[in-house]
T-cell receptor, first 116, second 114 residues
Framework: DTGVSQDPRHKITKRGQNVTFRCDPISEHNRLYWYRQTLGQGPEFLTYFQNEAQLEKSRLLSDRFSAERPKGSFSTLEIQRTEQGDSAMYLC??????????????FGPGTRLTVL | SQKIEQNSEALNIQEGKTATLTCNYTNYSPAYLQWYRQDPGRGPVFLLLIRENEKEKRKERLKVTFDTTLKQSLFHITASQPADSATYLCALDDGRSGTYKYIFGTGTRLKVLA
């Protein structure tokens, strides 16, 4: 396992279309995070899972956004009825909980979304 | 309101000098703070984690300090090299028990001049 992977790397869509992104975390990691990052800003928390349970969602995440992590493995992030303001880099990260404390997040390369 | 502030302007230093980046936070009580490096078009890469009961942490040419009274972390790169040029992000937990949500600063862009 070489790390966190995301697919696609780039997505161009027209306003109003739905898009879905996939994230494959490091296999033994039980926590998975989604972030959004715009130019000149740090990653902005969207949601995270522990195994298959979605434990927290940002208040910034409108009802057009939904994320799933079936079976606690890969995750998908869907954006419905995309808007130009959704254009950003969508980052996925995973981390493990060994019970010994907090561990760092391993990030994927991101999916760059452009909404025309 | 809660916020995390990092030097918004780019930091330019000469090769071989020590770079010092700051991370200040307001209205958080984090249990730990992390530093990440991000290169253009790539995801952040973890560098160091420091806990609230630790004053200083070192890893090779990197040093992090954490002052919970000042609500500040300093990140130092000694003997800097052009390859250290990147954006550096600090991240902290929001202090709530049982949550693993991380909040990132806006990052500081470092450029090391040869």
């Amino acid at each position: 396992d070489t790390g966190v992977s995301q697919d696609p790397r780039h997505k161009i869509t027209k306003r109003g279309q739905n898009v879905t992104f996939r994230c494959d975390p490091i296999s033994e990691h039980n926590r998975l995070y989604w972030y959004r990052q715009t130019l000149g800003q740090g990653p902005e928390f969207l949601t995270y899972f522990q195994n298959e349970a979605q434990l927290e969602k940002s208040r910034l995440l409108s009802d057009r956004f939904s994320a799933e992590r079936p079976k606690g493995s890969f995750s998908t992030l869907e954006i419905q009825r995309t808007e130009q303001g959704d254009s950003a880099m969508y980052l996925c990260a995973s981390s493990s909980n060994t019970g010994q404390g907090v561990y760092e997040q391993f990030f994927g390369p991101g999916t760059r979304l452009t909404v025309l | 309101s809660q916020k995390i502030e990092q030097n918004s302007e780019a930091l330019n230093i000469q090769e071989g000098k020590t770079a010092t980046l700051t991370c200040n936070y307001t209205n958080y009580s984090p249990a730990y703070l992390q530093w990440y490096r991000q290169d253009p078009g790539r995801g952040p890469v973890f560098l160091l984690l420091i806990r609230e009961n630790e004053k200083e942490k070192r890893k090779e040419r990197l040093k992090v300090t954490f002052d919970t009274t000042l609500k500040q972390s300093l990140f130092h790169i000694t003997a800097s090299q052009p390859a250290d040029s990147a954006t550096y992000l600090c991240a902290l937990d929001d202090g709530r028990s049982g949550t693993y949500k991380y909040i990132f600063g806006t990052g500081t862009r470092l450029k090391v001049l040869a």
